[in-house]
């Protein structure tokens, strides 16, 4: 095998540093004129950072960034727009008070909706009671209506059992019988107009086909024709209503006139 023999470089070439001479090119472009010394120093520092004593490049010169350098006016540039004054700080704050805002409405809303559930329920079982209510109302009117009107009648029906006992006895005195019969048909009249009965008794009054039912007509010169000359029933009403139509008899002219 062959060995390469390396040339060791002597002494003086190891420890004397290396005249590397710069050129600037901004220097040469603007007419020759010297580049500033900060630019002169960083140009040197990058030469150096580059090269080994050997003279080789060095691989981590192109991993290393390179320093800020200044402008020609010696002043550091600064970013356009505001985007570099903003504070990752100020973002999260809006958007934590945005997050905040949104829940607080949130809250209310559901805070909102109970309260109107809650009335909805509450209106639903008033009407279920009311509902309740006006059906038992209805069942009682129907089974009780009439409660007053009977209990008014037990007094009418006393009054016929002790009318009908007196005239049974062999001394019944008919006078008495006739005054206790009176008094119970009055007792009845009025246990009826208490509940809106009233008595139709049409006699010398206009025919009227509503409330009377004519049964014959009587030709007569005392009464004017369509006039109700007799009752052979009354008639009765209940509050207004034809409970039952009174039975008449009605003149008319007589036939050779």
């Known amino acids: 095998m062959f060995h390469t023999q390396l040339q060791q470089p002597s002494l003086d070439a190891m420890t004397e540093p290396q005249n590397t001479k710069t050129v600037d090119p901004d220097a040469e472009n603007n007419g020759g004129h010297k580049a500033s010394p900060d630019k002169e120093q960083a ?109 008014d009648l037990l007094e009418v029906r006393d009054s016929l059992e002790m009318g009908l006992n007196e005239a ?28 809106g009965v009233e008595v139709v008794n ?7 086909p509503d409330k009377h039912e004519a049964v014959s007509a009587q030709p007569t010169k005392d009464y004017a024709p369509n006039t109700v000359t007799a009752v052979m029933q009354k008639g009765y009403l209940l509050n207004g209503r034809v409970l039952r139509a009174a039975k008449v008899v009605v003149a008319k002219a007589p036939e050779n006139e």
């Open 202 to 208: 049409p006699e010398g009054e206009t025919f009227d």
């Open 43 to 151: 140009t040197a520092s990058n030469v150096d950072r580059e090269t080994t004593p050997h003279g080789e490049q060095d691989p981590a010169a192109e991993l290393t960034p390179e320093p800020d350098v200044e402008n020609d006016d010696g002043v550091d540039e600064i970013p356009d727009g505001d985007a570099g004054n903003a504070s990752p700080g100020d973002a999260t704050a809006d958007s934590v008070s945005e997050t905040d805002q949104l829940q607080a409405e949130l809250d209310q809303a559901r805070a909102e909706l109970e309260q109107y559930r809650d009335q909805a329920v509450r209106a639903k079982a008033e009407m279920e009671n009311i509902r309740r209510r006006s059906q038992r109302d209805v069942e009682s009117a129907r089974k009780y209506a009439l409660e007053k009107f009977t209990g």
């Open 168 to 195: 049974n006895r062999p001394d019944a005195d008919f006078q008495q019988f006739y005054e206790g019969m009176e008094l119970t048909h009055r007792n009845l009249a009025a246990s009826m107009e208490k509940v």
